[in-house]
């Protein structure tokens, strides 16, 4: 009897960079560099100058530095994610994959909305905020972004998909707990648990609509599509039909694309915060807006701080410490009798000093930190009355206090295309790195048996629509949960059996990331105040 020897299988862990990986990681991490540095120095110089020593110059690189390390450290986990089946069942060879889905990365970078980022700011504390120029502020950026790479450099080392996303935001609340208890307060004050929850909410879900989404997917694909071929593991290193290839390499370049549209966006937020510390001339508002906006923006304020006086008891004096007012409001989310009038005496501050010279790159050096602490205050104010309706606002006022808080945001929510260039290359070039860990947890120790093309396309194709319908919402979710538990439902789906060790140890870390990232970052927190 004649015996078929099958191929040999090879591991991803079995492959090597090539010379022209390695030029292509050179040239991209030296074309990043230099192209952010010149638009950077150009920002800077067109600005004006901005400081009279270089302390803030040295802090302001060492926390670029550490934001884009924290980008290329999500490129191990995360990205990773996206080219597991495609380098499994033999779509693409791993070295491509990667370069393809760095290239997607970038694209989604580039064309990411901001929402995520911002989103991600807002669960900072205010305080902290409006002071990110100052020591606290420093010790903020600094210890959530390098608790949030030790937990990630950990999980990587143990070849565990851990979520990037996950880590940051308890590396945020973390910040927050630990600076309101050096304040003597409750430390449960110093989070929006509002908006928390609702990011909580997002990272919890999107697992279980990986793992129940691509179970179903798989299911009805067997239904319907009926080529034996699909449900098929790969045979040795041949690869797929022309067309099973097309729709998983199709499914990559979707996640690829919606990761960095997704995940991109923390780093981008932080960076702002950091370059508007360290250089608000240049960064703190947004100095590309058009100039004949300014009459408009002014107009706008004028009749938003009309709308509001009427909300307004007669007789009432107009707020004493406005500022105070509402980032208590903020910070406490409790409505007192003080807060319309604090909006309506910033909004009419605001208006007047846009007014008073002339654009917003016409802002002084001494006041443009002011005026953007200002116009945070007003528009967090307006969202929170917006969400809370705690003020019965009629329908016009609500229609301004929309109008001028997207004039709020245009000012100062923006990103240079430069920082978006820096993250998208960090991320691309983190995983061309560190991919091979997390590819192989992800191909090879989540199910008994080898991925098969039907279910490499449903975990791609699910993880792919569920980080994109996060981005349009402003959440952040994480890749590497929704993937990794979508490989697991599919296996589960066609009853392969799971690799309950890997299970489990994914289930641990998706457990301690949380409170570990808060102990980390609460203490580098404390740690760093005591030092800056």
């Known amino acids: 009897m004649n015996t078929v020897v099958q191929p040999a299988r090879t591991s991803p862990a079995d492959s090597k960079n090539t010379p022209l990986t390695a030029a292509i990681f050179v040239v991209l991490l030296v074309a990043g560099l230099m192209y952010s540095a010149f638009s950077l120095r150009a920002d800077v110089t067109e600005a004006g100058p901005v400081a009279t020593s270089w302390l803030p110059y040295i802090l302001l690189g060492v926390a670029l530095v550490i934001a884009l390390g924290f980008e290329f450290v999500n490129g191990f986990h995360d990205t990773a994610n996206a080219v597991a089946t495609v380098i499994y069942t033999n779509s693409m060879p791993a070295n491509a994959a990667v370069v393809w889905s760095g290239c997607f990365n970038f694209l989604g970078v580039l064309t990411s909305s901001g929402a995520v980022a911002f989103g991600i700011i807002s669960l900072l504390p205010v305080e902290l905020i409006l002071q990110v120029g100052s020591s606290s502020g420093f010790a903020m950026v600094f210890a959530l972004l390098i608790a949030a790479i030790m937990w990630n450099l950990g999980t990587w080392a143990l070849g565990l998909p851990a979520s990037s996303s996950h880590t940051m935001i308890g590396s945020i609340l973390g910040v927050g707990i630990a600076n309101a208890m050096m304040h003597g307060r409750d430390g449960t004050s110093g989070v929006d648990w509002a908006q928390a929850s609702k990011v909580g909410y997002s990272l919890l879900l999107s697992p279980m609509v990986g793992f129940g989404c691509a179970a179903l997917l798989l299911l009805v694909l067997r239904a319907v599509v009926k080529r034996r071929e699909l449900y098929e593991a790969p045979k040795g290193s041949t690869p797929p039909p022309w067309y099973i290839r097309g729709l998983l390499i199709l499914t990559c370049t979707g996640v690829s694309f919606a990761h960095g549209s997704n995940d991109g966006q923390k780093g981008m937020g932080l960076i702002m915060l950091i370059l508007v510390g360290t250089v608000p001339m240049a960064y703190a508002l947004n ?3 058009p100039v004949d906006q300014v009459t408009q923006f002014v107009a706008v304020s004028q009749v938003t701080q009309q709308s509001l006086q009427k909300y307004i008891a007669p007789g009432a004096l107009p707020a004493a410490e406005p500022r105070a007012a509402l980032s208590t409001y903020i910070r406490t989310k409790e409505l007192t009798p003080a807060v319309v009038p604090a909006l309506a005496t910033l909004t009419g501050d605001i208006g007047q000093a846009v007014k008073l010279h002339g654009s917003l790159a016409k802002v002084p050096a001494e006041t443009v930190g002011n005026v953007r602490n200002d116009m945070y205050l007003a528009a967090e104010a307006m969202r929170l009355l917006d969400k809370s309706h705690a003020v ?19 000012a100062t929510k923006f990103i240079p295309l430069w920082v978006k260039v820096a993250v998208a290359i960090a991320l691309g070039l983190g995983t061309m790195v560190g991919w091979k860990r997390i590819v192989v947890t992800v191909g090879e120790k989540i199910g008994k048996s080898h991925l098969t ?20 919402y402003g959440l952040p979710v994480s890749t590497t949960h929704v993937l990794s538990s979508g490989v697991a439902g599919t296996m589960a789906a066609n009853k392969s059996g799971l690799q309950w060790s890997t299970v489990r140890n994914l289930a641990l870390a998706w457990v301690l990331t949380l409170p570990v990232a808060i102990l980390l970052s609460g203490s580098l927190f404390w740690l760093f105040s005591h030092i800056f």
């Open 453 to 472: 093309y039907a279910q490499g396309a449903s975990a791609e194709l699910v993880a792919m629509l569920t980080i994109g319908a996060a981005d349009i």
């Open 392 to 410: 019965p606002f009629d329908a016009d006022t609500t229609a301004n206090l929309k109008a001028f808080r997207k004039q709020l945001d245009d």
């Open 287 to 289: 100095r590309a807006l």
